[in-house]
């Protein structure tokens, strides 16, 4: 007898985001290619699921001489979307936060984040705008934890230049050679930013 069971919900989203995935990939091909990178960065730091580093990428590598201006755009509407989700964290965490956390099963993430958050918060979104931790947790958790505004926004000015303007430098300088680096590196690199990230914290309670 024939399976009939419909997909899961979490088999569900997986297909939708993947179909989406490619979707916006498919627009390094189009003219609005850097209109829908800045509306992807700014989304994805508060609430959208799909990061914007394989967009910059496949658009740095159709035109190396712009890979830094496209990584400029890409982190600052990153960080302007990250003050939305600030926001979201100050005055709306209850309603918009609470359904954030609920897509992305993040509940046990802002636990552990607003535990500590005011104690280690720039090294926190430091780690988050770097890492492949989710960064939109962290906006929304350094808002409802009233993190200072101009800390905040420092640390999401490193991270996220760090991330992606390091990008930007290697396809300008390496082209083609650098997909295939990033491809098999990337996790091992941001790995490693993030242990150092959490050594960070390590110090810092250690030396309060």
């Given at each position: 007898m024939a399976d009939t069971q419909k997909p899961s919900t979490p088999q569900k989203r997986e297909g939708y985001l993947k179909r989406?995935?490619?979707r916006i990939l498919a627009e390094a091909d189009t003219r609005r290619g850097p209109a829908v990178?800045?509306?992807v960065a700014f989304?994805?730091?508060?609430?959208?699921?799909i990061p914007p580093d394989p967009l910059l990428i496949a658009l740095g590598l159709g035109n190396p001489r712009r890979a830094i201006p496209l990584a400029i755009l890409t982190t600052v509407a990153s960080v302007a979307g990250g003050i939305l989700g600030y926001v979201i964290g100050v005055w709306a965490f209850d309603t918009v936060g609470v359904a954030i956390l609920d897509f992305?099963?993040?509940h046990d993430t802002y636990a552990t984040v607003a535990e500590s958050f005011i104690e280690i918060g720039f090294l926190a979104v430091l780690a988050a705008a770097l890492t492949p931790i989710p960064y939109k947790v962290f906006t929304i958790a350094a808002g409802a934890a009233g993190m200072p505004l101009v800390i905040f926004i420092s640390a999401s000015l490193v991270g996220r230049g760090a991330r992606f303007?390091?990008?930007g430098i290697l396809i300008r300088?390496?082209?083609?050679?650098v997909k295939e680096f990033i491809d098999r590196w990337f996790g091992w690199?941001?790995?490693?930013?993030?242990?150092?990230?959490?050594?960070g914290f390590v110090a810092i309670k250690y030396l309060a």
């Open positions: 989406l995935y490619h990178l800045a509306v989304v994805e730091s508060s609430f959208f699921p992305f099963d993040a303007i390091g990008e300088i390496f082209g083609d050679q690199l941001t790995l490693a930013a993030l242990i150092l990230g959490i050594l």
